[in-house]
């Protein structure tokens, strides 16, 4: 009898062994949050006040976009999810204190 429960127990451990991952795959594809793509056209560049610590980023068109500067020393910083639904939207970013942009960059 001993033989014949952990016979019957072993396929059921597999089953719930091989089941266990894929849910959890399944529950981390779902809390996956997608944004759609940019769609119209993006400028970026760093501004002519503020020293040189500010960069901005401007989106016309429909979707989501977002400014990255990388500053230096390594110092990096983006902006929050911009929604744009027709028209301009701009935004700025600023480099940490005493950083100043290398580069402004559209992130879609």
Known sequence: M????NRAVRPLAVAVALLVPTLGTVATA???TVRPAFSGSCWSGI??????QWGWGSCTGYGTFQVRVNC???????????TVNGGNVRTDVECPDGTKVNTAVIIS
């Open 2 to 5: 001993t033989k014949i429960r």
């Open 30 to 32: 779902s809390a996956t």
């Open 47 to 52: 501004d002519s006040w503020g020293n040189g």
């Open 72 to 82: 230096t020393w390594a110092q990096n910083n983006t902006s929050n999810v911009i």
